[in-house]
C-alpha cells in the first residue's frame, strides 16, 4: 500500500516538473522586451543579409559589367583554382580528379555550349549541374562572371582561324616577316 502511494507521489512531483516547465517566463513574437536591442525580443537581421535560398533577381543573360582584361585575369585565376581540377585548364575535361576516376564533365567546346550564353555558365556555377555540385558559397556573384568570361575567352583560345588574328600576328604565326 505505502508504495502505491510513494509511487503516486512520484508521478504528482513529475507532472507538477512539467508544468512549471510550461509556464516559465518567455517572450510572445515581437513582445517588447525592454533592456534588449530596439527594445524588441525578436532582433532585426543585420543590414544586407540575404535569406537562404532568397532570389536576387533576374540574373542578366549577359556580363553585367564591363569586359575588361582585369576580369578575364580574375577569371582565370579562379578557374584554374576551382574548376581546372575537373574540366582542365583548357576545359578539355581532363583535370586531375577526372583521371584519378570522377565522372567526366562534358568538353566546355562543343557545337552547344560554345553557343550557349553566358548566363548558363553562372548558372551552372551557382546551382551545380548534375552531378557537378553548386559553387555558390565558393565563388561569389561577381567571379561567377569573370569564370563565365573565362571560359568564353577558353572557348574562343581553341577556335580561333588565322583570319582572326591581326596581320601583324599572323605573318608572325606563319613564319613571314
Ligand atoms: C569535381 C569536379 C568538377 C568541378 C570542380 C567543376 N565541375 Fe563543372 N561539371 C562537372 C561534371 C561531372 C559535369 C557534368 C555533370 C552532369 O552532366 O551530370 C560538369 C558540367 C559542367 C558544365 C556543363 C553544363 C552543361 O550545360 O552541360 C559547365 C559549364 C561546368 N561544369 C562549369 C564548371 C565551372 C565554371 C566550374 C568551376 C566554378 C566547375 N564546372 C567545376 C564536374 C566538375
Redesign the pocket.
Known amino acids: 500500500m505505502c508504495r502505491v502511494w510513494m509511487l503516486g507521489l512520484a508521478i504528482l512531483m513529475l507532472a507538477g516538473c512539467e508544468q512549471d516547465m510550461a509556464n516559465q517566463p518567455r517572450y510572445e513574437a515581437y513582445e517588447a522586451a525592454p533592456g534588449w536591442k530596439h527594445n524588441q525580443s525578436a532582433l532585426q537581421p543585420v543590414p544586407g543579409t540575404v535569406p537562404r535560398g532568397a532570389s536576387l533577381g533576374p540574373v542578366p543573360e549577359d556580363l553585367p559589367m564591363p569586359l575588361t582584361l582585369d576580369l578575364l585575369e580574375r577569371g582565370r585565376q579562379?578557374?584554374d583554382t576551382?574548376?581546372s581540377?575537373?574540366?582542365g585548364r583548357t576545359g578539355h575535361a581532363d583535370?586531375m580528379?577526372?583521371q584519378r576516376g570522377?565522372?567526366?564533365?562534358?568538353t566546355?567546346h562543343s557545337e552547344?555550349?560554345r553557343s550557349?550564353a553566358l548566363r548558363?555558365?553562372y548558372n551552372?556555377?551557382s546551382n551545380g549541374?548534375?552531378?557537378?555540385?553548386s559553387?555558390a558559397a565558393r565563388?561569389p556573384p561577381e567571379d561567377?562572371w569573370a569564370?563565365?568570361a573565362y571560359?568564353r575567352a577558353l572557348q574562343l583560345s581553341q577556335h580561333a582561324a588565322p583570319q582572326d588574328l591581326t596581320e601583324g600576328l599572323r605573318a608572325q604565326l606563319e613564319g613571314t616577316p
Open positions: 579562379r578557374f576551382y574548376c581540377p575537373c574540366h583535370g580528379v577526372v570522377f565522372p567526366a564533365p562534358p566546355l552547344r555550349l550557349v548558363h555558365f551552372v556555377i549541374y548534375g552531378v557537378m555540385y559553387y565563388v561567377r569564370v563565365a571560359i
